[in-house]
C-alpha cells in the first residue's frame, strides 16, 4: 500500500476514535513531510534503517520537541499499519524519543521570581 492510501485509511480511523481536529492536522503535516522525503512508495519498501536515516536528517534542524512528534507519528501509523494488517512487521517499533531536557521544579522557578518564597 502507497504510503498517500496508508495515511487516507489512519486519518479515518483516528477520525472514529474521536483524535482532536488539531492532533490530526499537525499528523497531516507528518504524513506529507514522510511523503516529501521518501515519495509515495510502498509502505512496506520502509525499513528500520530507512525511518532512522530520515530521522536523522530531520534532527538537524529541528528541535528535540519536534523531532519527538515526528517519532510519535511514525511510531503510530506503523503500529497501525502493523495492527491493521498491511504490513507483515513494524519497522519503526524499536525507534526511541530523544532525551528531553527536563525544566526547572515549579518551586525553583517560584524561587527564582520571588527568592523570598
Known amino acids: 500500500m502507497l ?3 496508508t495515511w487516507e485509511l489512519y486519518e479515518s480511523d483516528k477520525k472514529i ?10 499528523y497531516k503535516l507528518q504524513s506529507k513531510l514522510l511523503i516529501q522525503y521518501f515519495d509515495d ?9 530507512r525511518l532512522k536515516e530520515y530521522l536523522a536528517k530531520s ?5 528535540p520537541s519536534s523531532l519527538a512528534h515526528r517519532i ?3 511510531k503510530s501509523i506503523f503500529r497501525w499499519s502493523h495492527n491493521e494488517g498491511h504490513i507483515p ?3 519503526a517499533a524499536k525507534i526511541k524519543e530523544p532525551k528531553q531536557g527536563r525544566g526547572l521544579p515549579q518551586q525553583s522557578l517560584l ?7
Do not use: C, M, Y
Request: hydrophobic fraction near 35%; avoid cysteine.
Open 3 to 5: 504510503l498517500l492510501r
Open 59 to 63: 534532527s538537524e534542524h529541528l528541535k
Open 111 to 117: 524561587k527564582l521570581k520571588h527568592p523570598l518564597v
Open 41 to 49: 512508495v510502498n509502505i512496506e519498501s520502509l525499513t528500520t534503517d
Open 17 to 26: 476514535e474521536g483524535f482532536s481536529p488539531q492532533t490530526l492536522k499537525a
Open 72 to 74: 510519535r507519528f511514525i
Open 89 to 91: 512487521k513494524n519497522p
